[in-house]
């Protein structure tokens, strides 16, 4: 863990044997959980550095976390093609989605916690699509269409003139919004040379 002002890393968190691929930690910022390709996740005291949870499920190659605001809940994708949610109390899977065609790349819930946001694998525009799911249903809502190639992250935005909108960004060098009820593309950015574009983060200022 790095704190603004500090050169030097302020705690480490110890246990993963592989690469960790998914952060996230909960509104209180007294708890974190953690993915990684060693098929396991994990919940962490962040001040002290311990881990307080753990469970590994075969053939799950994490690939992103996003602990919901508010909620004892956590969402995560993998390799596997599957969302899973999991209960943090209990760290133990409490909802399934129905598994998509290509390998889900990140995910993200909207600040009411009614729906998840998750984005996928794909080359020459087969796949790359974001996909809401409602978290109520487990159902897809719909589909974000338009980049060629893997999207490689996905997020809720702050809303702005009663207007809700979502960011993908992708390995094919461009940051897209969204209308998330109408799925128009709003507005697109290619940053040359960029290469793959891996994650996103909203500013709640939007500034």
């Known amino acids: 863990m790095w704190q603004a002002g500090h050169r030097e890393a302020v705690r480490t968190y110890l246990g993963h044997e592989l690469v960790v691929t998914g952060l996230s930690v909960n509104s209180a910022n007294s708890l ?21 949870r753990e469970n590994t499920l075969s053939r799950n190659l994490i690939t992103h976390m996003k602990w919901a605001s508010g909620e004892d809940m956590i969402a995560q994708t993998g390799e596997d093609k599957e ?10 899977i409490v909802q399934t989605f129905p598994r998509k065609q290509y ?22 525009g087969s796949g790359c699509e974001a996909t809401l799911w409602d978290l109520r249903t487990t159902k ?3 589909e974000y269409k338009g980049h060629v190639e893997t999207t ?22 461009s940051v897209r919004i969204w209308d998330r009820e ?7 950015i290619v940053i040359s040379g960029s ?7 909203a500013y709640p200022d939007m500034r």
Do not use: K
């Open 32 to 52: 974190m959980c953690s993915g990684s390709r060693d098929n396991s996740v994990r919940i962490w005291d962040v001040q002290t550095g311990a881990c307080i």
């Open 83 to 92: 969302v899973r949610i999991w209960d943090p109390r209990t760290l133990q």
């Open 103 to 124: 390998i889900q790349t990140y995910c993200d819930i909207s600040a009411d916690n009614h729906y998840c946001l998750t984005s996928s694998n794909g080359f020459s």
């Open 140 to 142: 897809i809502v719909c």
């Open 152 to 173: 490689a992250a996905c997020s809720f935005l702050p809303e702005v003139n009663g207007r809700n909108l979502i960011a993908t960004s992708s390995n094919d060098c």
């Open 182 to 188: 109408s799925q128009e593309c709003l507005c697109s």
């Open 195 to 201: 290469g793959p574009l891996s994650a996103l983060v």
